[in-house]
């Protein structure tokens, strides 16, 4: 077996370069690809498949740095990639899996057969019930999604913010609060320099805070809780207006400036704001990480495999008891949000 390891997507972060690290694998089998790195059709349509976040990561988008470019040059055939395995759903690990390969390399399946749609959509079905079930002798679950079921052998539920009831245990634990950010037009270099100087990562200390910087491309990104709520297009909307009003605050010299890009995200609150992992209900899952998930849960996911996997990592947050709503008076549903919010406005104020 031979391992060859590819760059499938160079970014200009603001911090350092990164790259997109894809392995080829030979086996007696054909070639193996564990992610695959930006593909032909981001690089044809980066607006349309990668969106906005592509102005912060800064993807070279170059044909030459995808699977298939880099399979060819080593002399193989694209006909010769057998399987591709997904380690996370980024854009930039998936893309080239939506690339032509060839007839029978698998896509994924329902239950049953039936080919689903090879497009991002089709790995974003929602779960809507888990339940116990015997498949030849093993014990496992079967899965049922909107797109159809499965049958797997162990369940990990890593869904924070989007925890739902097809785990109704883990979300009667988990409150979900939105987050949004929206991003100006491309800001002069002078105003730019104006506005952050050392062109640092600044945030308050608020409640309610905004967390805002330029962009590598001299936007202004400015982030907050804004509307509270989980996102919806409704709360995205109105985070805009309160985003805007927000930047305008701190910065008044952004009045006449237009902002372009508007989202947001669901982030997941324990209620003793700590992260935790284990079984529950014979589920392994990960959440609760409060605002800090891209460092934690990445980390996360290594501990929680290597359990799954039969190891016995140091992982401190499994041992860390998991509280729900005192009293029992939280199903899942937040609706204490409005009067939650209210009372860290007040917080704000008097401080």
Not at 171 to 192: C, D, F, N, R
Request: hydrophobic share 40%.
């Amino acid at each position: 077996m031979k391992v060859h390891h590819l760059n499938c997507g160079t970014m200009n972060m603001p911090t350092a370069p990164m790259v997109c690290h894809v392995l080829l694998v030979e086996t007696d089998n054909g070639l193996v690809l564990i992610d695959s790195g930006y593909g032909s059709h981001d690089c044809l349509r980066p607006a349309k498949r990668v969106g906005p976040t592509r102005h912060l990561i800064r993807p070279v988008f170059d044909h030459r740095e995808t699977a298939g470019h880099h399979v060819e040059r080593l002399g193989f055939r694209p006909n010769d990639v057998r399987h591709i395995i997904i380690t996370h759903f980024d854009a930039d690990h998936i893309g080239a899996a939506l690339d032509r390969w060839k007839k029978d390399v698998p896509d994924w399946k329902r239950e049953g057969g039936d080919t689903l749609d090879r497009n991002l959509a089709s790995i974003r079905a929602k779960v809507e019930k888990i339940e116990r079930e015997v498949r030849q002798g093993a014990q496992g679950w079967r899965v049922t999604t909107s797109r159809g079921a499965l049958w797997a052998r162990d369940v990990f539920a890593g869904t924070s913010g989007y925890t739902g009831a097809a785990t109704p245990t883990l979300q009667k634990k988990i409150i979900p609060l939105g987050s949004y950010i929206i991003t100006t037009e491309v800001l002069p270099e002078a105003l730019a320099r104006e506005l952050s100087p050392r062109n640092r990562m600044i945030y308050d200390s608020k409640n309610y805070l905004y967390y805002y910087r330029l962009t590598p491309d001299n936007r202004m990104l400015f982030g907050g809780r804004a509307a509270f709520f989980p996102e919806t297009a409704d709360s995205i909307r109105k985070s805009a207006k309160i985003l805007r009003r927000g930047m305008i605050d701190v910065y008044p010299q952004l009045r006449d400036v237009k902002v372009e890009y508007v989202w947001g995200g669901t982030l997941d609150f324990a209620f003793d704001i700590m992260p935790h992992a284990g079984q529950i209900d014979h589920i392994y899952y990960a959440l609760g990480y409060a605002g800090h998930g891209v460092a934690m849960a990445t980390w996360q996911g290594q501990k929680m495999a290597e359990l799954i996997a039969g190891e016995k990592p140091e992982n401190p947050f499994v041992d860390i008891p998991f509280p729900g709503a005192p009293l029992g008076l939280y199903n899942g549903k937040p609706w204490f949000l409005p009067f939650a919010g209210a009372w860290y406005k007040v917080l704000d104020w008097v401080s």
